[in-house]
């Protein structure tokens, strides 16, 4: 797993629940090093046993944990360059769904060696739309659900969203959007801040 | 059949595929402006103003007789918007049929990073085929990724330096650690140079610490640190390898009169009353002696202990002073090492 994703998971689990937390779940699992460094690869088995060993400490199911991971990447100021990056996507919530496709291939032009899981969106009707997250990686369906939560809430639009579940390598999403105006939402400047982040 | 044939497009459409296009009619005034480039000029209508009242001109070409300019094939404009931020714009043009008018369409080129922020430009003021948004992208994602990368150099090159100090000195008084002692003592024994090892333990230290507590004691070490350097010559080690325990290492120096000498002269200073705030604190020391000439070959393990021993036999002579030993003796107890001082 990129660090990246494993820098991105500690600043959610500290920043949420902060770092004795974070010192108990790297005690348990004994790596010798106390946090992840960004720009180096871990093995994906240390990312699932961080998180089994974090829901598992919070008392809180895994899925639930990620969900709430993904809320964190838009929703949390420590983690503004990624809702940045993600609303560059559209400039409202349907168009930013439709560049979903194309969110892999965005993140490899940055980081190249950085793999996110396959997105497909497909339109049922009028406003209803289905998101295939394919990975190998048990888990990234429910970060992705709870980015596109907490995007919705970000472009100011209403939209129900569920997981339908996995088959094989695919996770399955419904996303139903019931009115995109129906907030003012958050200010999305194309113009990049000075401001450096957290 | 004409091999350019003519269309018609509305200006609407031409808004949303080219917003930041431009239209000029006869004297050059402008007619109509795309919807992002009349956001760069707000609260000012641009219908009906100059062209060269608005856009000034950035190389040859486009001065003098617009029309005539613009009719060059494969013409390209460079212009400058007259207002404080002077922002560059590229552009294509061309005449419409019947010299009609003008259609010229513009471009920040690069300097779109700057122009977004200053006009408050959104993603809808792009054309969908524009990779404006995209560059913008790239840039941020990739600036992203750089301060990741350098944040990364700088952290370590941070654990770099903490580590090199770390290895090579005693955090309170900067002095040699054991580490580089052992490091220091195999060169030696690894190239057969001649030298000797000082072992040397404080005196009533402990009673410093007790009575004047740990701030004076580290004072108190501190001192001690730069009266053993001083005492030593450069190529000498002097290393802290426990509480108050030092190890002192003479490159190519075994004559006993001299060793003696070091050995006196810093004991008369380790005597020496050190103040700290209000206090006075009182130390000696004792030492243990042994030179690697009477080793062969030289064993640094043995001659670390029997340094130890000598400085112990010090202590049972009654403290501040030193001892020579060397193979041999060790086995005889204390009473029989060479005695000085």
């Not at chain 1, 991105?8 to 946090?35: I, N, P």
């Not at chain 1, 560059?88 to 032009?109: E, N, W």
């Not at chain 2, 043009?93 to 920040?108: C, E, H, T, W, Y």
């Not at chain 2, 309170?172 to 090892?197: H, I, K, M, W, Y």
Request: hydrophobic share 40%.
């Amino acid at each position: 797993m990129h660090g990246l994703i494993n820098g991105a998971l500690q600043g959610f689990l500290c920043a949420t629940y902060g770092h004795e937390l974070w010192r108990k779940v790297m005690d348990e699992l004994d790596t010798g090093f106390e946090s992840f460094e960004p720009m180096f690869h871990y093995d994906d088995a240390l990312t699932h046993a961080l998180i089994d060993t974090s829901a598992k400490n919070l008392g809180k199911p895994r899925d639930v944990l990620l969900e709430d991971f993904g809320t964190y990447l838009v929703a949390n100021p420590r983690s503004e360059r990624v809702r940045r990056l993600l609303r560059f996507g559209g400039v409202d919530y349907a168009d930013f769904l439709h560049s979903l496709d194309d969110l892999p291939g965005r993140a490899r032009l940055a980081v190249p060696d950085l793999n996110l899981p396959q997105l497909e969106l497909h339109e049922h009707g009028e406003n209803g739309f289905s998101l295939s997250c394919t990975s190998p990686n048990l888990g990234f369906g429910h970060v992705i659900l709870g980015v596109l939560r907490a995007l919705a809430d970000d472009y100011g639009a209403l939209a129900f969203l569920e997981h339908l579940g996995r088959s094989g390598d695919c996770d399955t999403l419904s996303i139903q959007l019931l009115d995109s105006g129906f907030s003012e939402g958050r200010e999305f400047s194309l113009a990049q801040k000075v401001t450096e982040h957290v | 059949m004409c091999d350019n044939p003519e269309i018609c497009i509305c200006q609407d459409t031409l808004d949303r595929m080219m917003p930041m296009h431009v239209l000029i009619g006869p004297e050059e005034r402008i007619t109509h402006v795309g919807p992002t480039l009349a956001k760069t000029q707000p609260g000012l209508n641009l219908v009906g103003q100059h062209f060269f009242d608005v856009f000034q001109p950035r190389r040859q070409g486009c001065q003098g007789n617009l029309m005539e300019a613009c009719a060059k094939p494969g013409m390209k404009v460079y212009l400058r918007l007259r207002d404080e931020h002077a922002t560059q714009l590229i552009g294509n043009v061309s005449v419409l049929p019947d010299r009609a008018g003008i259609l010229m369409n513009l471009s920040f080129g690069i300097a779109v990073i700057d122009a977004v922020g200053r006009y408050d430009l959104a993603g809808s003021d792009f054309a969908a085929t524009d990779l404006t948004l995209e560059m913008l992208w790239m840039f941020e994602a990739k600036s992203g990724a750089l301060a990741e990368s350098s944040d990364l150099a700088e952290r370590m090159y941070g654990a770099k330096k903490a580590a090199e100090a770390d290895a090579a000195s005693d955090m309170l008084t900067g002095l040699c650690n054991r580490r580089v002692l052992d490091q220091v003592l195999e060169r030696l024994v690894s190239r057969n140079a001649p030298f000797s090892l000082m072992h040397l333990d404080l005196d009533f230290f402990k009673a410093v610490n007790d009575t004047l507590g740990h701030a004076a004691g580290d004072h108190v070490l501190q001192v001690v640190s730069e009266i053993l350097t001083e005492e030593t010559r450069e190529e000498d080690t002097v290393a802290r390898v426990g509480g108050d325990e030092f190890v002192l290492v003479f490159d190519n120096m075994t004559d006993p009169k001299r060793l003696a000498k070091i050995a006196t002269r810093m004991i008369t200073r380790l005597e020496e009353p050190i103040s700290f705030k209000d206090d006075v604190a009182q130390i000696s020391g004792s030492v243990g002696v042994v030179s690697s000439t009477h080793y062969d070959p030289p064993d640094v393990a043995q001659m670390m202990e029997d340094a130890d021993a000598a400085l112990y036999a010090s202590k049972e002579r009654g403290r501040a002073c030193f001892t020579f030993n060397q193979p041999g003796l060790t086995a005889l107890a204390g009473n029989a090492m060479t005695k000085a001082g």
